[in-house]
């Protein structure tokens, strides 16, 4: 057997190093469980083999380097030639693949990759970014708001684009469809798209603000490709993609055809990142969202319906906006990630919230960050155009600093959304 | 708040129905759990909102028609016209996306999805399926043996064309690429196709079977089609594909344009498949691959190095090779589901196999199979060629019921590879 643990090592410059949280099972060594995790990652398999030479294991194994048993955590280096470096769904395979379902262990959970260099090389990145879509929206600050239209399905595309309408009309930069909303025979995608952009026309035209639509283009790969580019024949600048459902191999040829601003939805995550000792974390599949170049993706929202902790939901924050992430120790599971021409990706904070939230969010989450209401803007007493108001009042108020009570004694909208759902 | 639970409705024919097992988050009611699951997975928010009309919520609300908090097991059946019934994406954004991150949920499993004529009709599934790689093999009845070039990665092409003309000439039918191995620098994709296709050529003639190569195609979508077109240019009648990193939209494309035998690797499955209360049951994500066309795909062992027990494992296979599959009741998972024009796939067992095990493996999974030997078959202590001679001296004891140790007795390459291993 060969021997991966090697605390003294210190990674390449060239190195991809992944982070797991290690839970072997009982009877089973921490230790050898790393050594398994090493092998089955990268070169080895469970027996001696003739087919391998020393050099080979030598010049391309794998380096346990950081163990710690308490916390269970252990960073492996793989030296870079046994990847495809520009394939998402190969280095997925490697280091997410058949580890997952080893029986000497009980969970194996992939909490970051950190990516050399040499990796980003092989990547665009956001074709916007935070920055780029900024300047589309002539908006220079503020947190963007928007919504999803509600109900998820069920309305037909003239009804749809009137609920677009409205959110925009009531001061929403964004309009979203629901992630399972894609081409429904009461509500298909061709009738659907021309509709809602002529309103998005009219709804700009009235506010003298910029507005956005985010159509669902998300289908088999080529069917992907048409959408787009029957989105920007109507003059849409944005196309949204289910990331996981469709997968990686797809996105990267989304991204490499498509010139919309691209926005992630997470749907299905919770299948891989909800169990903390095993799957995937969202940090990492947020990463590799980056890498590839989506504009915008969805990370949580502290305070909504879907889980997530404040101290998760932050890291990945962080690690879409900033240039360079710094080792988080102990206290965290990123690690230390340069971006380089990588440009910041949106956060996007959805699943639940309604106007009573924005004053506990934005202090966690700042305002770089774009928030999307659905039932608490559809759900307000007066209907979407209210809930529209009512959101841009709660972050008008966040941003003169007055307390939402406050504000909503002369912002009626806003006060009707805080007496059904509170502040 | 809708009332979706409705123990006395029978699902349509055209409804797709879903079956979860449910742990609410505690202090949340079992039954007020379900009625959320089946609100976020079809029309329903978190609450009343404006645009939701009374006729649109009775024509389409979802109806979960089984309840039984003992098992925690549910049965939610869905109006079609909720789906994009051809994009396998939008059925899994639908009932297995945001549910899996609600708060007041502690686990959700997405443990089988019956699929109505309705859907079936949008697929084409297994182009090949069973019968058609039977009569590409001209193998009748016996199970089918391969193994998967090792070491995983680190060979240079021409080393690993090697390897693989070793284990042709020993006797094994299929020879795998590893999931991890795709186009490294030190082999590439263009290098190692023709190389062992030119010496599967030789060992077709030298053994007068036939012999099958299947390279790893796993890339971004395009990429995969390029490969896919290459290994037929240079005569290769199979590819493979790492299904879960790879992705569903891209599995449908790829199905769409590729006309060669599809073997389905499930690398990463087990971040998904592993936690019994949580994420998506890999009897679920098998029928999604048949139905979209793979004509392999792995299953699981029973025996070896890989979890899973021999209750699940049959489950799936009979999934994969039955055109009817009656419902499981409280005792198994799976609903009921016609496959009607839909063939047959091929099931895999692959992941810590030698041959001691074939006695233990086969009684379970019957001849229908295909084995893959890694280890097991280049461990041998006299390399690859005998270990796979011990492998077909196995099927071939198995076949002919003669105990692995007294066929062992006349044939010394099993007599080593059960020393080494055990029987």
């Not at 072997?24 to 990652?41: L, T, V």
């Not at 990516?115 to 002539?138: C, D, S, T």
């Not at 507005?211 to 600048?237: C, F, S």
């Amino acid at each position: 057997m060969l021997e991966y643990i090697d605390t003294g090592y210190r990674p390449g410059t060239d190195e991809i190093v992944a982070k797991y949280r290690v839970t072997p099972q009982r009877g089973i060594g921490f230790r050898q469980a790393c050594e398994q995790i090493a092998a089955e990652s990268s070169i080895g398999t469970w027996t001696t083999i003739s087919t391998m030479s020393p050099e080979l294991s030598e010049r391309l194994k794998p380096h346990v380097f950081s163990v710690d048993d308490q916390s269970r955590l252990i960073e492996i280096a793989y030296h870079p030639d046994l990847f495809e470096l520009d394939s998402i769904p190969e280095i997925l395979s490697s280091i997410a693949g058949n580890i997952f379902g080893m029986k000497l262990l009980s969970g194996l959970r992939l909490e970051d990759i950190h990516f050399p260099k040499r990796v980003l090389r092989r990547f665009e990145g956001p074709r916007y970014g935070i920055a780029g879509i900024r300047k589309l929206l002539h908006v220079k600050e503020r947190p963007l708001v928007g919504t999803i239209v509600k109900p998820k399905v069920g309305l037909s595309a003239s009804q749809h684009a009137q609920v677009a309408y409205e959110a925009w009309a009531g001061g929403l930069d964004i309009v979203k469809d629901d992630e399972n909303l894609t081409n429904q025979p009461f509500n298909t995608f061709k009738d659907r798209i021309p509709k809602t952009l002529e309103l998005r026309d009219r709804a700009q035209d009235e506010t003298g603000e910029r507005k956005i639509y985010m159509p669902n283009i998300t289908a088999e790969t080529e069917e992907m490709l048409r959408r787009a580019e029957y989105v920007q024949q109507h003059g849409g600048e944005y196309v949204m993609v289910d990331i996981l459902t469709a997968g990686w191999a797809a996105l990267q040829t989304v991204r490499k055809h498509v010139p919309q601003v691209i926005h992630a939805h997470r749907a299905m995550h919770g299948a891989l990142t909800r169990n903390k000792d095993h799957g995937i974390s969202m940090l990492t599949i947020a990463k590799l969202a980056r890498l590839v170049g989506v504009d915008q993706i969805h990370i949580g929202t502290v305070v909504g319906k879907m889980e997530g902790t404040a101290a998760e939901v932050t890291e990945i924050e962080h690690e879409m906006e900033d240039a360079l992430i710094q080792p988080a120790g102990k206290k965290g599971h990123a690690l230390e990630q340069e971006w380089g021409h990588i440009k910041p990706c949106f956060a996007v904070a959805s699943g639940g919230l309604h106007p009573g939230h924005v004053h506990k969010m934005l202090p966690i989450l700042g305002t770089n960050i774009i928030a999307q209401f659905g039932g608490g803007c559809h759900g307000h007493p007066d209907g979407t155009r209210a809930g529209a108001k009512a959101i841009r009042q709660a972050v008008d108020a966040y941003l003169n600093r007055v307390r939402p009570e406050t504000y909503a004694e002369t912002h009626m909208e806003l006060k009707k959304a805080l007496m059904k759902w509170g502040a």
